[in-house]
């Protein structure tokens, strides 16, 4: 499964014949594998005749090799097939097709920002069940259980009774599930203590989860993403399916408040740029903690690779033009120099206003 420790790689790795990425939404359930299979044909057809070899080899691994079980798949193919990586995934691809010296990363930069390591608790009156997830697929599960909750029937016993004491009475009930919630709490801690998610989802009815969710430490309450409604019994493949579109939501808001920011922080002209040129100077500066994209966004440019700068307007440039290379995408190799130095890259799609600033900002360091 896809890792950092993969995407690094990616961005270390330079064809010297160029390399092919190909994006692709693979669901099955959506499309016949004989149609995705023509659709990326039509787009290696982009990478003709140069790149030759290199569609040959993705186009025998769709024909050959793919098993079609995930939604996504990300194939880069170089060094006239010299040099195949694959990684299918469980959340679809825009469809889109790059050629270029270097893999193009940008999608899988935002896949492990967006969907990498979350968490699920379904909560009722009684127990728990725990999931972890990776990208969409499930790494552990496991689930707690309590005594059940007995409620009073009608005509027997009184309410009387049962709130002195009696076993079947209202406060007794209240008791119970009060002690089930706070041992699913507990075993909720054990679960996720050694586990790196970063998002937290609570699912089951809105009165269990409200409670429930009084009773969980600081450390996992920090991680809260949101809560819906589902049966405690649900498969895991309808847990799956909410909660990848709870991060979609979740994750669409958190983009809008990131550009708000954005240019909130660039009008006060506190540590934040907007605009091409700015943005890259802050690149090459090394001064970028967060680099922010609008999806799709492609612009030529200029790289010097001694020192790392990166220009697309050659009147901003300090070094001769024939000191620099000339590159397709400058805004993929400013994306490749951003996480090379530790710095975090934010892919938004469909919103006007970072549209309206050009396309891309940085929030810096300092």
């Not at 959340?91 to 193009?104: A, D, E, L, Q």
């Not at 930069?109 to 725990?130: Q, S, T």
Request: hydrophobic share 40%; net charge negative; charged share 25%.
């Amino acid at each position: 499964m896809l890792n950092q420790k993969q995407l690094q790689e990616l961005l270390a790795y330079r064809g010297d014949k160029g390399v092919v990425s190909l994006y692709l939404n693979t669901d099955i359930s959506q499309e016949t594998a004989e149609t995705i299979k023509q659709q990326a044909k039509s787009l290696l057809r982009e990478a003709q005749p140069k790149f030759a070899k290199d569609v040959a080899a993705i186009e025998q691994y769709l024909d050959y090799s793919y098993d079609w079980s995930t939604p996504g798949l990300a194939v880069f193919c170089g060094d006239e097939g010299a040099f195949f990586r694959d990684y299918p995934v469980a959340v679809s691809f825009r469809n889109r097709i790059r050629t270029g010296p270097k893999p193009y990363v940008k999608p899988l930069a935002h896949l492990l920002d967006h969907y990498a390591h979350y968490g699920v608790i379904l909560v009722d009156r009684v127990g728990a069940r725990f999931f972890e997830y990776h990208l969409g697929v499930l790494q552990a599960q496991d689930g707690h259980i309590g005594e059940e909750v007995q409620r009073l029937k009608k005509g027997r016993g009184s309410s009387a009774i049962g709130m002195r004491g009696g076993q079947e009475g209202p406060r007794y009930e209240s008791e119970v599930m009060q002690r089930n919630l706070r041992e699913a709490a507990e075993a909720a801690q054990v679960f996720f203590a050694n586990r790196p998610i970063r998002r937290l989802f609570l699912g089951g009815t809105p009165e269990n989860v409200a409670q429930f969710r009084e009773l969980l430490p600081k450390q996992l309450l920090s991680c809260m993403a949101g809560t819906f409604t589902i049966d405690m019994n649900a498969g895991e493949h309808e847990v799956r399916k909410q909660t990848l579109a709870l991060l979609r939501q979740a994750n669409e808001e958190r983009e809008r408040k990131l550009v708000e920011t954005l240019i909130a922080r660039q009008a006060r002209g506190e540590g934040a740029v907007t605009g091409l040129d700015d943005t890259l100077q802050a690149v090459s500066d090394r001064k970028v903690q967060v680099l922010v994209i609008s999806d799709g966004f492609r612009m030529p440019g200029y790289v010097h690779d001694e020192s790392g700068f990166v220009v697309a307007n050659l009147a901003r440039s300090p070094f001769a033009v024939d000191a620099l290379r000339e590159v397709e995408d400058v805004v993929d190799t400013a994306v490749a120099l951003t996480m090379s130095q530790g710095g975090h890259v934010e892919i938004i799609a469909d919103n006007p206003d970072l549209e309206k600033v050009g396309k891309i900002g940085a929030l810096l360091r300092y």
